[in-house]
């Protein structure tokens, strides 16, 4: 039994620890369901619901295809919310990237496309069938002289293609956003630049001479090909051929001498081409030809002709269809001749291209999830909430915004690679700018920096539109203003906001119940929660296998089972059904799991037991929502319930299922908030005795024993003398703004491991002085060093990287961000964006940050955002980032503004303490809080040093009182 507690105080130990380390309350069951379980969901009903209803006859084979072109919007809505939502850059461009990956695909299937057309005159492919239309040669040109266009040749090839497709708008968004960003172009800047950027593009692209199609566009798209050649393919029917009397050998002998003779002509076609060549051009350029440019393969009932790119394909069809195998027999009457590829009017290929794209947009979710779940997600959080506070804690956000820019836009021109076949055509209007506004109304009505919600608003939006334009679409445009207006006045959170708000509900009711809840928990009560736990397995395992049994039993796909009917509705239900059965499995397996005492049972057990709910209630909901829609919105009760009460009524063991689900995991979640506040306490406790051991440690410190200490460290090399040196030297730095002198400042310095204060009245020039060393405001003249480098004129991410750490004035944190979130983001060495690539925070570096909040009492807030927070624990989050980040010279300005005394006390306290191993400038008004820190003082004065001393003969100074003290 002893064994068992053990490992049941492991277990709870990690799920409690999983929460603080990630700096997250653990999911609850709703935040699971709205996150992930109904992305599962989503994902059955695309991929099996739908295709069962249209095997079933239910939705048509158009509908599906309209789901798959909508499908691509919601691609493109997902790229835009990285960049939105995420990284706050309203972007008006999206559909650029997206037509760029359309174009690319378009030009494929253009290729590949239609009878219309000629060789080209250097013998390089047939013309498109769409640009043969709009012109595409020279002014004066014959049409013999027409070439295919150089940037039209790498899409020939499907593979090429693909990779395009995604490359060149990945660099396209990666070019302007490099320009961009690093321009520092933001808000509404960035809004008008994208809009002007995508309507730049589709001003260039209607141009008929962009050889693009004009305004009419990409057109003639036929079959997607996955060779690097056009075939023929003769399949002959062995029935006409006995009919005809023939023999299959004797077919294909009148195909390959056919194929000689076409071959010869292609010979001989090529001559031709090049004397016409030599005739129009000086000098002549050359004329592509293949060795082998008509090749006969496959088995004599299935040939394959292969053609030379510059064959004209459709004619070699023609001339195959009409070619006389047996008197008065051609070849189209004994076989099926056709151009190899899949035909885009086929169903199945619009069921395929449907498919593949909702597993294009399934792994794009899941990358983006990947992406946001990482520190790059956090730091682009961060970059949305605060830009140049990032840049004094060392990043540089231009490199995160154009990473995250650059694979926006590589995903939207996926979304348009998988549009262009679906809808087979690509127009310039994909580029007018109301398209790209669009996909922002899809992500703010389905809701910003969610990833499903994009997802959905596209659905949502597109689905509305086509109703409402078979309708009257003049009405359209005016809706979706109104969409827009309303949305973002009362639903700023979009349709997933509904979805936030019962989470935020859930989390602040836990916050509640930890801070005032069960607080000494004792020995005593821990056994009996492990003793219950015991209980819970026995419970899971029997409630498991009931369900199991009974669900399996009742949907099974053979015998009298439910699958076995083989309708849509009931596959999808039965497949629910048994997949909760498999859930139910996992609870047995968990359960026995708990009674033996794995730390492995509670934490399956605490995975399953939502899947089993999300399940249920997905199964449930499906049945009731098919029902109604078959019968008609009017019947809902009738037909709806019955359904339900139905299968609820012969299969009793999901609601039980449900139920147990719930109760049990209820349980298991008050359990955990317990383990978390046991966790804080027993912080709270070590912080306590530390201060017992060290009683005023730092502040009495003398400097002998301070140095010894920093040798110890080496942070600097044992080297004495470099001490004496000053760590900050100004030196003449004169700033002017507009002709007004707000600094002047002759001579400044401060040494290492000194704390320096400076005073002076209200607009004397002190920010500015923070300003200019830390590389927010340029200098007018002189020069600023640090440890002996120049760093006048580096970027703020620059000088912070070298060791400036700066809290400013009014508290800047970012907003969207857990504390813990915030102290991460602290953590140094990580402002690179190869650091912040799948790396968690190690256990000395959480232990270091829950140190850090404990001493400012944060620690019981770490998994708060950081917007609830007072003005006081917003000062000191601040501070507690700038300790993290380990500079060597801290500049704190104002850090006691708007304190009240007993926070300015430990705010004192704090930074005598941080003396110890950093320099540190402080900058304060309050000259209470000045002689708490007994320090060196600097006056400034009108931009210029008054007086520097002690406190003490500071206060005596008339000049100082003159000027200052004495107001
Ligand atoms: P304080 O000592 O109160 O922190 P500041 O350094 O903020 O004073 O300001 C010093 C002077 O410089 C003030 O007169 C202020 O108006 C002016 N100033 C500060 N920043 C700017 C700016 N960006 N443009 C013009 N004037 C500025
Ligand atoms: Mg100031």
Same mark, same amino acid.
């Given at each position: 039994?002893?064994?068992?507690?053990?490992?049941?105080?492991?277990?709870?130990?990690?799920?409690?620890?999983?929460?603080?380390?990630?700096?997250?309350?653990?999911?609850?069951?709703?935040?699971?369901?709205?996150?992930?379980c109904m992305f599962w969901t989503l994902l059955l009903i695309g991929l099996v619901g739908i295709p069962a209803l249209h095997a079933s006859g239910a939705v048509s084979i158009e509908t599906v295809n309209q789901l798959g072109r909508y499908l691509c919007f919601a691609i493109a809505a997902l790229s835009l919310d990285?960049?939105?939502?995420?990284?706050?850059?309203?972007?008006?461009?999206q559909f650029?990237?997206f037509s760029?990956g359309g174009y690319a695909m378009g030009m494929f299937c253009a290729h590949h496309g239609g009878p219309e057309?000629?060789?080209?005159?250097?013998?390089?492919?047939?013309?498109p069938a769409c640009?043969?239309v709009?012109?595409?040669?020279?002014?004066?040109?014959?049409?013999?002289?027409?070439?295919?266009?150089?940037?039209?040749?790498?899409?020939?090839?499907i593979?090429?293609t693909l990779?395009?497709g995604?490359?060149?708008?990945?660099?396209?968004?990666?070019?302007?956003?490099?320009?961009?960003?690093?321009?520092?172009?933001?808000?509404?800047?960035?809004?008008?630049?994208?809009?002007?950027?995508?309507?730049?593009?589709?001003?260039?692209?209607?141009?008929?001479?962009?050889?693009?199609g004009?305004t009419n566009g990409l057109t003639r798209f036929d079959r997607i090909i996955l060779?690097?050649?056009?075939?023929?393919s003769?399949t002959?029917a062995?029935?006409?051929?006995?009919?005809?009397?023939?023999?299959?050998?004797?077919?294909?002998?009148?195909?390959?001498?056919?194929?000689?003779?076409?071959?010869?002509?292609?010979?001989?076609?090529?001559?031709?081409?090049?004397?016409?060549?030599?005739?129009?051009?000086?000098?002549?350029?050359?004329?592509?030809?293949?060795?082998?440019?008509?090749?006969?393969?496959?088995?004599?009932?299935?040939?394959?002709?292969?053609?030379?790119?510059?064959?004209?394909?459709w004619?070699?069809l023609?001339?195959?269809?009409?070619?006389?195998?047996?008197?008065?027999?051609?070849?189209?009457?004994?076989?099926e001749v056709k151009i190899a590829g899949y035909d885009l009017n086929n169903k199945n290929v619009k069921l395929a291209l449907y498919l593949l794209t909702v597993i294009v947009l399934v792994a794009v979710f899941l990358?983006?999830?990947?992406?946001?779940?990482?520190?790059?997600?956090?730091?682009?959080?961060?970059?949305?909430?605060?830009?140049?506070?990032?840049?004094?804690?060392?990043?540089?956000?231009?490199?995160?915004?154009?990473?995250?820019?650059?694979?926006?836009?590589?995903i939207a021109g996926l979304g348009g690679m998988l549009y262009a076949p679906q809808m087979k055509i690509f127009t310039p209007t994909n580029l007018e700018?109301k398209e790209s506004i669009a996909v922002v109304i899809f992500v703010a009505v389905g809701g910003?920096?969610?990833l499903s919600g994009p997802i959905f608003g596209a659905l949502v939006v597109s689905y509305l539109y086509s109703l409402l334009t078979s309708h009257s679409p003049d009405a359209w445009p005016i809706v979706l203003?109104l969409l827009?207006?309303?949305?973002?006045?009362?639903?700023?959170?979009g349709l997933m906001?509904?979805?936030?708000?019962?989470?935020?509900?859930?989390?602040?009711?836990?916050?509640?119940?930890?801070?005032?809840?069960?607080?000494?928990?004792?020995?005593?009560?821990?056994?009996?929660?492990?003793?219950?736990?015991?209980?819970?397995?026995?419970?899971?395992?029997?409630?498991?296998?009931?369900?199991?049994?009974?669900?399996?039993?009742y949907a099974r796909p053979w015998?009298d089972g439910l699958m076995a009917q083989r309708n849509g509705s009931s596959v999808v239900v039965g497949l629910i059904l048994m997949l909760t059965?498999?859930?139910?499995?996992?609870?047995?397996?968990?359960?026995?799991?708990?009674?033996?005492?794995?730390?492995?049972?509670?934490?399956?057990?605490?995975?399953?037991?939502?899947?089993?709910?999300g399940l249920?209630v997905t199964a449930v909901g499906w049945l009731f929502f098919v029902g109604t829609l078959r019968s008609g919105i009017a019947d809902w009760g009738t037909t709806g319930f019955t359904r339900v009460?139905e299968l609820?009524?012969?299969?009793?063991?999901?609601?039980?299922?449900?139920?147990?689900?719930?109760?049990?995991?209820?349980?298991?979640?008050?359990?955990?908030?317990?383990?978390?506040?046991?966790?804080?306490?027993?912080?709270?406790?070590?912080?306590?005795?530390?201060?017992?051991?060290?009683?005023?440690?730092?502040?009495?410190?003398?400097?002998?024993?301070?140095?010894?200490?920093?040798?110890?460290?080496?942070?600097?090399?044992?080297?004495?003398?470099?001490?004496?040196?000053?760590?900050?030297?100004?030196?003449?730095?004169?700033?002017?703004?507009?002709?007004?002198?707000?600094?002047?400042?002759?001579?400044?310095?401060?040494?290492?491991?000194?704390?320096?204060?400076?005073?002076?009245?209200?607009?004397?020039?002190?920010?500015?002085?923070?300003?200019?060393?830390?590389?927010?405001?340029?200098?007018?003249?002189?020069?600023?060093?640090?440890?002996?480098?120049?760093?006048?004129?580096?970027?703020?991410?620059?000088?912070?990287?070298?060791?400036?750490?700066?809290?400013?004035?009014?508290?800047?944190?970012?907003?969207?961000?857990?504390?813990?979130?915030?102290?991460?983001?602290?953590?140094?060495?990580?402002?690179?964006?190869?650091?912040?690539?799948?790396?968690?925070?190690?256990? +000395? %570096?959480? $232990?270091?940050?829950?140190?850090?909040?404990?001493? #400012?009492?944060?620690? /019981? &807030?770490?998994?708060?955002? *950081? @917007?609830?927070?007072?003005?006081?624990?917003?000062?000191?989050?601040?501070?507690?980032?700038?300790?993290?980040?380990?500079?060597?010279?801290?500049?704190?300005?104002?850090?006691?503004?708007?304190?009240?005394?007993?926070?300015?006390?430990?705010? +004192? %306290?704090? $930074?005598?303490?941080?003396?110890?191993?950093?320099? #540190?400038?402080?900058? /304060? &008004?309050?000259?209470?809080? *000045? @002689?708490?820190?007994?320090?060196?003082?600097?006056?400034?004065?009108?931009?210029?040093?008054?007086?520097?001393?002690?406190?003490?003969?500071?206060?005596?100074?008339?000049?100082?009182?003159?000027?200052?003290?004495?107001?």
């Amino acid at each position: 039994m002893h064994n068992l507690l053990d490992h049941f105080s492991r277990a709870t130990d990690t799920l409690a620890d999983l929460g603080l380390r990630h700096g997250r309350v653990p999911l609850s069951a709703i935040q699971w369901y709205s996150r992930t379980c109904m992305f599962w969901t989503l994902l059955l009903i695309g991929l099996v619901g739908i295709p069962a209803l249209h095997a079933s006859g239910a939705v048509s084979i158009e509908t599906v295809n309209q789901l798959g072109r909508y499908l691509c919007f919601a691609i493109a809505a997902l790229s835009l919310d990285l960049v939105w939502g995420y990284g706050g850059m309203l972007c008006l461009c999206q559909f650029l990237f997206f037509s760029l990956g359309g174009y690319a695909m378009g030009m494929f299937c253009a290729h590949h496309g239609g009878p219309e057309g000629v060789i080209d005159a250097v013998n390089w492919g047939k013309i498109p069938a769409c640009l043969f239309v709009v012109y595409p040669g020279g002014v004066g040109e014959s049409q013999d002289q027409w070439t295919v266009p150089f940037f039209w040749k790498p899409f020939w090839n499907i593979w090429t293609t693909l990779i395009l497709g995604i490359v060149i708008p990945g660099v396209v968004a990666a070019v302007i956003g490099f320009f961009v960003f690093r321009s520092r172009v933001r808000g509404v800047f960035f809004a008008v630049l994208t809009q002007a950027i995508v309507l730049a593009f589709w001003l260039v692209v209607c141009m008929n001479n962009m050889k693009l199609g004009g305004t009419n566009g990409l057109t003639r798209f036929d079959r997607i090909i996955l060779d690097s050649r056009e075939n023929i393919s003769i399949t002959i029917a062995p029935q006409k051929l006995a009919e005809a009397n023939l023999e299959a050998a004797a077919v294909r002998e009148a195909v390959e001498k056919k194929a000689m003779e076409i071959s010869q002509a292609y010979i001989e076609q090529v001559e031709k081409k090049r004397q016409l060549l030599t005739r129009n051009f000086a000098s002549p350029p050359a004329v592509n030809v293949d060795a082998v440019p008509i090749e006969v393969r496959g088995s004599n009932s299935a040939m394959m002709i292969r053609l030379a790119r510059s064959i004209h394909v459709w004619k070699v069809l023609a001339v195959f269809e009409e070619l006389t195998v047996a008197e008065q027999q051609r070849l189209s009457d004994i076989a099926e001749v056709k151009i190899a590829g899949y035909d885009l009017n086929n169903k199945n290929v619009k069921l395929a291209l449907y498919l593949l794209t909702v597993i294009v947009l399934v792994a794009v979710f899941l990358l983006c999830q990947l992406l946001m779940k990482s520190r790059i997600g956090r730091v682009l959080i961060a970059v949305r909430d605060n830009e140049s506070r990032l840049r004094f804690s060392g990043y540089r956000p231009y490199v995160f915004k154009m990473l995250v820019f650059g694979i926006s836009g590589a995903i939207a021109g996926l979304g348009g690679m998988l549009y262009a076949p679906q809808m087979k055509i690509f127009t310039p209007t994909n580029l007018e700018p109301k398209e790209s506004i669009a996909v922002v109304i899809f992500v703010a009505v389905g809701g910003r920096a969610t990833l499903s919600g994009p997802i959905f608003g596209a659905l949502v939006v597109s689905y509305l539109y086509s109703l409402l334009t078979s309708h009257s679409p003049d009405a359209w445009p005016i809706v979706l203003g109104l969409l827009f207006i309303l949305v973002t006045l009362y639903l700023p959170g979009g349709l997933m906001g509904i979805w936030q708000s019962w989470v935020s509900l859930a989390i602040s009711q836990k916050t509640v119940r930890s801070s005032t809840g069960v607080i000494n928990s004792t020995e005593a009560q821990q056994d009996r929660i492990d003793v219950r736990l015991a209980v819970v397995g026995i419970l899971a395992v029997t409630f498991g296998f009931s369900a199991a049994w009974g669900l399996g039993e009742y949907a099974r796909p053979w015998d009298d089972g439910l699958m076995a009917q083989r309708n849509g509705s009931s596959v999808v239900v039965g497949l629910i059904l048994m997949l909760t059965a498999v859930s139910a499995l996992l609870q047995v397996l968990a359960g026995l799991g708990l009674i033996t005492g794995r730390v492995w049972g509670s934490m399956i057990l605490k995975r399953t037991l939502p899947i089993s709910i999300g399940l249920s209630v997905t199964a449930v909901g499906w049945l009731f929502f098919v029902g109604t829609l078959r019968s008609g919105i009017a019947d809902w009760g009738t037909t709806g319930f019955t359904r339900v009460s139905e299968l609820v009524s012969t299969v009793p063991h999901l609601p039980v299922l449900t139920l147990w689900s719930a109760a049990a995991l209820f349980y298991f979640h008050r359990f955990l908030s317990r383990q978390a506040v046991r966790t804080t306490v027993a912080a709270d406790a070590a912080e306590d005795q530390t201060d017992e051991a060290l009683p005023d440690a730092s502040a009495v410190q003398d400097r002998a024993s301070q140095l010894a200490r920093i040798v110890a460290k080496q942070k600097i090399g044992p080297s004495k003398s470099t001490l004496d040196n000053s760590l900050l030297e100004v030196r003449g730095v004169k700033v002017v703004f507009d002709g007004f002198k707000a600094l002047d400042v002759a001579e400044f310095s401060a040494g290492y491991y000194d704390l320096n204060v400076i005073i002076g009245p209200n607009g004397a020039g002190k920010t500015t002085l923070c300003d200019v060393i830390s590389g927010k405001t340029p200098v007018t003249e002189g020069q600023v060093h640090l440890g002996g480098h120049q760093i006048t004129g580096l970027t703020e991410a620059d000088i912070a990287r070298l060791g400036v750490g700066r809290k400013f004035q009014t508290p800047t944190v970012f907003d969207s961000l857990t504390v813990y979130g915030n102290m991460e983001l602290a953590i140094p060495g990580r402002h690179r964006l190869v650091n912040n690539v799948g790396i968690r925070p190690s256990a +000395a %570096e959480r $232990l270091k940050i829950e140190e850090i909040l404990a001493r #400012v009492k944060l620690l /019981e &807030h770490a998994e708060k955002d *950081v @917007r609830h927070l007072s003005h006081g624990q917003r000062q000191w989050l601040e501070i507690s980032m700038l300790i993290l980040s380990d500079p060597r010279l801290l500049l704190v300005d104002e850090p006691a503004a708007g304190l009240t005394d007993e926070e300015t006390i430990l705010t +004192a %306290e704090l $930074l005598l303490e941080l003396k110890a191993e950093h320099s #540190v400038i402080v900058i /304060e &008004h309050d000259m209470e809080f *000045v @002689r708490l820190l007994n320090s060196s003082v600097t006056v400034l004065n009108e931009g210029s040093v008054m007086a520097q001393g002690e406190m003490q003969a500071i206060e005596k100074d008339p000049a100082v009182i003159e000027a200052y003290l004495g107001r």
